[in-house]
């Protein structure tokens, strides 16, 4: 049986999260369904994060064991064919038996996108948190430096996480403005339940100056979560990449998460 892993990008607006639920439209489902009528036989998915409900994707990865071999270029026509327009398969590769979606993976990454201005988002509703006080995005970079190393992040994950433990490895976390918008961009190792939906909560308050630059390493060694402040809405947050070893030649990072918001030096 080969195994296939495939490469999705998903707007996760109406989903109520990437895993299967008894009752619940899931983005895991809808994969599923379309890829076992290409099979043309049930089979499951392993995918490398479970994104939360109205979390989107730039980049998923999930792997499968399949009967018959359709050829990667198939894979993926088929799917597009049967999924819904809000979810498309960028990608096919056959990968060693060994391979695992997410515990392959060495590395996912996150971008959180705040739209901060006045008015209310239309257009944007579903794809960024809405502040409409003045963010301040240096203060906000310099608090979240912080959090980079391998640390304890209990006072940055939910109640309901179920990990066996909160240390985690954050590689590199940036702040930047692009004209309205300000833009999180972190990778780690893995992340904990509502990790970045909690880090966005304490730096927005930072960058507001509602709180000092160093609340941020004081919330993280506190080691508790009721002093962490507001969980950030979903609708901010995309996965936008996960890396795997180099030799796997997989595909890592998706599209342009903000294709109306090119970077400064791009700017007329």
């Not at 190393?149 to 403005?177: K, M, N």
Request: with cysteine; net charge neutral.
């Amino acid at each position: 049986m080969p195994r296939i892993a495939l490469g999705l990008e998903y707007d996760g607006s109406r989903y109520r999260g990437w895993q299967s639920q008894a009752n619940a439209l899931s983005v895991q489902d809808e994969v599923q369904k379309a890829l076992g009528s290409v099979a043309d036989h049930p089979l499951v998915i392993t995918s490398a994060g479970r994104t939360d409900a109205g979390v989107h994707a730039a980049m998923q990865v999930v792997h499968f064991d399949a009967a018959v071999d359709r050829g990667e270029r198939a894979w993926v026509l088929g799917a597009n064919t049967l999924m819904e327009r809000d979810i498309s398969a960028l990608w096919a590769r056959k990968v060693p038996d060994d391979f695992n979606a997410r515990h392959s993976a060495l590395a996912r990454s996150y971008r959180y996108v705040i739209l901060n201005r006045q008015s209310r988002p239309a257009l944007e509703r579903e794809r960024a948190c809405w502040e409409r006080q003045a963010l301040n995005a240096d203060r906000m970079h310099t608090a979240a430096q912080a959090l980079v190393g391998e640390h304890d992040f209990t006072s940055l994950r939910s109640a309901e996480c179920q990990s066996t433990t909160p240390w985690r490895y954050l590689e590199t976390i940036s702040v930047e403005r692009r004209g309205e918008h300000v833009v999180l961009d972190v990778t780690a190792n893995a992340f904990l339940h509502h990790m970045v939906r909690n880090i966005a909560g304490v730096l927005i308050a930072i960058g507001v100056g509602d709180r000092p630059i160093e609340w941020c390493r004081d919330v993280l060694e506190a080691h508790d979560r009721r002093v962490g402040g507001i969980t950030a809405p979903a609708q901010g947050l995309t996965l936008v990449g996960v890396r795997y070893p180099f030799e796997l030649s997989l595909p890592s990072e998706g599209g342009l998460v903000l294709p109306a918001c090119p970077p400064p030096s791009a700017r007329v």
